[in-house]
């Protein structure tokens, strides 16, 4: 089975969709190996060196999406940014990250707005099976766009390997709170800026993530801006939080918090996206917003440390029942009964 996939989400960082894309891309149960397309070069290609690949350079990767990528012969195709080239007739699965560029257009630049908005319709109508990252997004998915329930699959993101608590030594609290994301106005910084300041204890705030659009945080004490970090980096950042804080206002899944609780980190997060369905129980939840909720349960968090220890165990053992294989095994079975139908 010759596997086509959009590469679009692995040009430059790697953020939530690029990790999704290369997590299952690698462990896809095919051969040849699954060719990866794109408008501009793949420079990290951490994991998916096994998988081919291909470079048509254009300016404009929508542009490449439509005019180039339906010229590439293949028996399927796999579009993991959430749209399909419309002209194509090769058969196709799409994945469904979120729909926030039609829900909260003012939290999205122009140009991913136009990219989607343009041909989301259409490229759920076109695809043979669609795949949900969580059931809210099968649920809007539905709702929005009359996609039947049973042309939907929901394949989770999951967590890598290399996220692990380590030993209890290497668990040891530093004095800091972390999020990990991108630095945009949908992820809610300002949020977590106002609780952390109206803490009556501060500890050091560690953002890291590359900057996105529309946030701009200005210099302060104890506020660290650590830009985008490596796994390995990552992985340490997360064993030593003495806690976690996800602010974001909307989420189609939300994969730092799920990284955060393989690692042994205390998680706060909101309800938003996948992250009621992973988190319920193992992390505080609250809602998007709430700077007040934010603030108390950090408060809870930072004063207790038996609380803390009850997550953390909490959230290992959570975290554990989302693995990249397992969401690979039922991509690739989505593909096959999509090429089965050519």
């Known amino acids: 089975m010759n596997v086509l996939i959009d590469g679009r989400p692995l040009v430059g960082h790697r953020t939530g969709i690029g990790v999704h894309t290369a997590e299952i891309a690698r462990r896809l149960e095919v051969e040849p190996a699954p060719l990866i397309a794109s408008h501009a070069p793949i420079e990290d290609r951490r994991g998916i060196e096994d998988c081919r690949f291909r470079v048509d350079r254009m300016p404009l990767g929508v542009a490449w999406q439509q005019l180039v990528l339906p010229r590439i012969a293949a028996d399927v195709l796999w ?30 630049r122009l140009k991913t707005i136009l990219s989607f908005n343009l041909f989301i319709g259409r490229s759920l109508e076109r695809a043979h099976r669609v795949a949900a990252v969580s059931r ?128 042994g980190a205390p998680v706060v997060a909101t309800r938003t996206g996948a992250i009621p369905e992973y988190g319920d129980g193992a992390a505080l939840l609250i809602d998007p917003g709430d700077r007040g909720a934010m603030r108390d349960a950090m408060s809870r968090l930072l004063e207790s440390r038996s609380l803390r220890d009850e997550l953390r165990a909490k959230g290992i053992e959570r975290a554990a029942r989302y693995r990249w294989d397992g969401s690979a095994r039922l991509m690739t079975e989505l593909l096959r009964e999509a090429a089965r139908c050519a």
């Open 79 to 108: 579009g993991p940014h959430g749209t399909l080239p419309l002209a194509g007739h090769v058969p196709a699965v799409v994945t469904i990250h979120d729909f926030t560029s039609i829900t909260m257009p003012g939290r999205h």
């Open 136 to 263: 809210a997004v099968a649920e809007e998915a539905v709702r929005g766009f009359g996609v039947p329930r049973e042309k939907i699959e929901i394949v989770p993101n999951g967590v890598d390997e290399a996220f692990t608590p380590g030993s209890r030594t290497e668990q040891n609290e530093s004095d800091y709170i972390l999020y990990v994301g991108t630095l945009e106005p949908r992820k809610g910084i300002d949020d977590l800026l106002a609780a952390w300041r109206a803490l009556p204890r501060r500890p050091r705030l560690i953002l890291c993530g590359a900057a996105g659009w529309g946030t701009k945080i200005a210099a302060e004490e104890g506020v660290e801006l650590a830009g985008f970090v490596d796994a390995g980096a990552l992985r340490e950042l997360y064993r030593h939080a003495r806690l976690f804080v996800y602010p974001s206002r909307y989420e189609g899944f939300g994969i730092p918090p799920l990284e955060a609780m393989a690692c």
